[in-house]
């Protein structure tokens, strides 16, 4: 059964403090890793995509990187507006993503 | 700008009302998902439409149909609303399934409330 595990629940952090959000998964037939972010009351927002083990994407503050059984997202220098739920989604049969249930950072000035 | 517009943001039905809600697009996309989201819980795919074939979860309650006249446009039905189906519904779409482009882009959701 595919199984999608993300870690810590949730995450405080100062400003400035740079941590990593951490996705494990086991799903057959992997066909890509997606990276979430979701703000109160809003859908989720496309962040990134990995593919194969080894590869690392970056966005402002933001690099997710990917190996063949866990996914890091690592936020540096983080400022309150990185203040979200993000979310990881393998893609398994058929295209169809395996949400985990989301790590809810917060940012305090 | 392209996107996928969910109306309305906010809807409030009585117990056992029949209720629709609406996704569109503007992307052009082949494949159009509907999804509902409980508080603090993941997404959870209902249906999706590949053009208009159209693929039930085997976990999906009678209670929920969907229709998707043309490519822009889908609807979600609710027939009969019962508490437990108050939550976060959202629509996403994506070019392809499973092979070449299936990045999913989620509209901003309708949040159900059961009276």
């Known amino acids: 059964e595919d199984q999608v595990t993300q870690s810590p629940e949730a995450l405080r952090l100062q400003e400035g403090e740079s941590s990593s959000l951490n996705c494990s998964y086991t799903v057959s037939g992997l066909r890509g890793l997606f990276w979430y972010r979701q703000d109160p009351g809003k859908g989720p927002e496309f962040l990134f995509t990995l593919y194969s083990a080894g590869e690392e994407k970056e966005k402002e503050r933001l690099k997710a990187t990917l190996t063949k059984k866990e996914s890091f997202l690592h936020i540096t220098a983080p400022k309150p507006e990185d203040s979200a739920t993000y979310l990881c989604?393998?893609?398994?049969?058929?295209?169809?993503?395996?949400f985990g249930q989301g790590t809810e950072l917060s940012v305090k000035p | 700008d392209a996107m996928v517009i969910q109306n309305p943001r906010y809807q409030v039905t009585q117990f056992g009302k029949p209720v629709t809600l609406s996704c569109s697009q503007t992307?052009?996309?082949?494949?159009m998902y509907w999804y509902q989201q409980k508080s603090s819980q993941a997404p959870k795919l209902l249906f999706h439409?590949?053009?208009?074939?159209?693929?039930n979860e085997a976990d999906t309650p009678d209670n929920f149909q969907s229709r998707r006249p043309n490519t822009s446009f889908c609807f979600l039905d609710i027939r009969s609303p019962g508490l437990g189906d108050a939550a976060m519904y959202l629509c996403?779409?994506?070019?392809?399934?499973?092979?070449?482009?299936?990045?999913?882009?989620f509209g901003a959701g309708t949040r159900l409330s059961v009276l």
């Open positions: 992307l052009n996309h082949n494949v």
């Open positions: 989604a393998p893609g398994g049969q058929g295209g169809k993503l395996i």
């Open positions: 996403a779409t994506s070019r392809d399934l499973g092979t070449g482009e299936y990045i999913q882009y």
């Open positions: 439409y590949y053009d208009k074939d159209f693929n």
